[in-house]
């Protein structure tokens, strides 16, 4: 099964990435630490924004502590390694796509953005996983990267999946396919750094 398929994502990532993130694995590491805690944070905001959503709370609440255990676990890699987390990382990638969301939206459409914006993060960075795991040398963090694949690649259809609830399916749908064609242009910027999402 190819990214595009698994993700729906339009521009698959050039694997060349890989290398360019195996160049610098203390960098690659530390930015992937700030986005495990930037995801936490992002669904705990989500919960502030639906409290009274009580199944959606209790899986955002889930999906919360597993990215602050996979925080957990690079920051063990960092520290297993000699490498010093450092200080979170601006993600412009994540800045861009936040421009996609228009203003003067009601309480719930502007919600249901959110959890498309989530979303979109969440598959491009379940596709960078997987491009990691099948193209560099390090057997020890393609082993990693793997299991975290498959540990977080319902989260993006997770996010979609509350988005369908908050609001008609065929309007979230739509809404989606501009949502996959803005990031594909969006990405089209990106691949030449040690980032996740670089």
């Not at 979170?88 to 959110?114: A, C, H, Q, W």
Request: glycine content about 4%; hydrophobic content about 40%.
């Amino acid at each position: 099964m190819s990214e595009k398929t698994m993700f729906r994502l339009q521009l698959p990532t050039d694997p060349r990435w890989a290398n360019i993130a195996e160049g610098n694995l203390e960098e690659i590491l530390t930015d992937h630490a700030w986005c495990e805690q930037k995801a936490a944070s992002n669904a705990i905001t989500l919960i502030t924004m639906i409290p009274e959503e009580e199944e959606i709370v209790t899986e955002l609440l889930e999906i919360a502590q597993e990215e602050m255990e996979h925080f957990q676990q690079v920051h063990e890699i960092i520290k297993k390694r000699g490498y010093s987390l450092g200080q979170p990382r601006k993600d412009d990638y994540v800045n861009d796509l936040m421009k996609f969301i228009p203003s003067g939206l009601s309480r719930t459409e502007y919600i249901v953005e959110r959890m498309l914006f989530a979303a979109m993060i969440e598959a491009r960075s379940c596709e960078r996983f997987k491009v990691l795991t099948e193209n560099i040398e390090d057997q020890e963090l393609a082993t990693f990267y793997r299991e975290l694949m498959i540990s977080e690649a319902s989260h993006y259809t997770a996010f979609i999946g509350y988005a369908r609830q908050l609001m008609d399916v065929e309007k979230v749908n739509a809404r989606w396919e501009e949502w996959l064609k803005y990031e594909a242009k969006v990405i089209a910027s990106y691949g030449k750094e040690e980032r996740i999402h670089g």
